[in-house]
Each structure stands twice: as C-alpha cells, then as structure tokens.
C-alpha cells in the first residue's frame, strides 16, 4: 500500500514537471508585441493608436500630425494596424504612401528620393505596403535590399554595413526579407541574431547586452526572429517587454514613461 502511495507522488510531480515545462515552451509560440524600451532616445510624449482598417488610422495620422507628433513606429499585428507616434527626434514634413504590391512601392520610394523625401519606416499588411517618408533626417543617402532567403538578406546586411549604411527599418512580406538603410548615423559596431523562436532570442538579446550591443531593430518572419544590434547608439539602458494585445502594451508604455524609458522599437511575432 505504502509503495502504491509513493508511486502516485511520484507520478504526480512528474505531471506537474512536465506541464510546467509544457507553459514555458508554450510561451515561447504565443502571439505576442514587443517594445524595446530605451533611455536616452530623443523621443517624448509616445502615445499609440490602432485600428482594423487602414482608413481608420490615416484619420488619426492627419489628426495627430496636426497636434505636433510624428510616426515612430508603424505595424500590423493581430488584425489591426498599430502607429506609434512620438514628439521629438529628427524629421519633419512626414508623409504617406500606399500600394498594393511591392514594385509599385520600390517606384514609389524613387519617387520621394527626387522629392527630397526618406523612407523612415515600412509595413506590409491587409495586403498593401505602407511607407513613412520624412525631410529634414539627418540622413545623406539611402538604399533598400529585398532578399527572399534569410541567409542571403544577412549577406546584404553585413555589405551594407561595410558600405557605412545604418539599418532604418526593415520587414517581411510577399515571401521577402526588405531592409531600409540610410548614412547618416554612424554606429561604431554592428551584430546579428536569428532564433526559430522568442525564448531563444531572448537569450541572445541577453548575450548582445552583455557585450555591449543594444537593439536597434528586431522582426519575425517565416518562423525566424531576427535582431539587429549596435554599439554607439545615443540610447542608455534598455529592456524589453511583451504583451499579448496592443492595449495592454499600451499600459505598460505609460508606465515605463514614469521611470524616463521610451520605445525606439515596436515588434510582434510568436
């Protein structure tokens, strides 16, 4: 009897071992968004508004572009389209482009180099392609690399990197890696990540800390999360945190503002 009792204890903690291993692998494959948090930034007064459909948002853009704020960050995730805006940092005369497909967007970007215009950030959604465009950056040239193998997209990077370009943005969609870059800034080291999931990559945002690299841009894409790293950015001590929904991400920014940090990148993924 007494070897009957001891089995089920045992067998008991071996269930609780295994669905506790269960949760923690389970996190690593639920949806969620991510918001690097920096001080040091030039950003100020972040707020972040969403909505399903894109007529939706532009409203809002013209409305909080008309109060003093300008696009920091712009994504769509779990059906919705998510701007970030903030009041500070450089750029002014911020604009919009939409297209449908990817070439009538490259088209689009030449057209708003030879209007004086950069491309500031980028997101692929609802199937359309959405570009931020700005004057006044700072920046003195700019280039896009489009790579459907993640292997390849890495290569571009690197090149780009020698060539003395700063990753601005980059993205994934119709089956391609996209990277914006732009000279301007000028970091004074670089390094990469990829993880097939979210709980390995953090522990390589940990080791990238470690060795003095902070993050300056981060995507999920066909299974992969991709980080891009720098050392001599303007940004202090960094963290991350992950939300399940924009709104309860949205609580979590006011209350990282009280302590100085603000968000210099808005990712989601699994």
């Known amino acids: 009897m007494r070897r009957i009792k001891d089995?089920?204890?045992?067998?008991?903690?071996?269930?609780f071992l295994v669905s506790t291993?269960?949760?923690?692998?389970?996190e690593a494959y639920r949806y969620k968004w991510i918001g690097?948090?920096?001080?040091?930034?030039?950003?100020s007064h972040q707020l972040i508004e969403s909505s399903m459909y894109w007529e939706g948002i532009s409203a809002t853009i013209k409305k909080r572009w008309a109060a003093g704020y300008k696009i920091t960050e712009i994504k769509y995730g779990n059906g919705k389209w998510v701007v970030l805006f903030s009041k500070g940092g450089k750029g002014t005369l911020q604009a919009y482009d939409v297209t449908g497909r990817w070439g009538s967007m490259s088209a689009t970007i030449e057209k708003r180099w030879a209007e004086g215009y950069y491309l500031v950030a980028v997101e692929h959604g609802l199937s359309e392609w959405v570009g931020i465009f700005a004057k006044n950056t700072g920046y003195t040239n700019q280039a896009f690399e489009r790579q459907k193998k993640l292997?390849?997209?890495?290569?571009?990077?690197?090149?780009?990197?020698?060539?003395?370009?700063?990753?601005?943005?980059?993205?994934?969609?119709?089956?391609?890696?996209?990277?914006?870059?732009a000279k301007g800034p000028r970091y004074t080291g670089h390094a990469m990540s990829v993880r097939t999931d979210w709980k390995k990559f953090t522990k390589a945002i940990s080791k990238n800390w470690t060795d003095g690299y902070l993050i300056t841009d981060m995507k999920?894409?066909?299974?992969?999360?991709?980080?891009?790293?720098a050392k001599g950015s303007t940004y202090g001590t960094q963290t991350y945190i992950t939300k399940p929904t924009i709104e309860e991400f949205q609580e979590v920014m006011k209350e990282q503002a009280k302590d100085g940090f603000v968000v210099v990148d808005l990712a989601e993924g699994w």
């Not at 089995?7 to 269930?15: D, K, Y």
């Not at 999920?220 to 790293?229: D, E, N």
């Open 220 to 229: 999920f894409g066909i299974g992969r999360w991709l980080g891009v790293f």
């Open 7 to 15: 089995i089920l204890i045992v067998g008991t903690i071996v269930l």
């Open 21 to 26: 291993l269960q949760a923690e692998d389970n």
């Open 151 to 181: 292997a390849n997209f890495q290569k571009k990077i690197s090149q780009r990197w020698k060539d003395g370009f700063e990753m601005i943005d980059m993205e994934y969609g119709e089956g391609h890696w996209l990277g914006v870059f």
């Open 36 to 43: 690097v948090f920096s001080k040091g930034a030039p950003y």
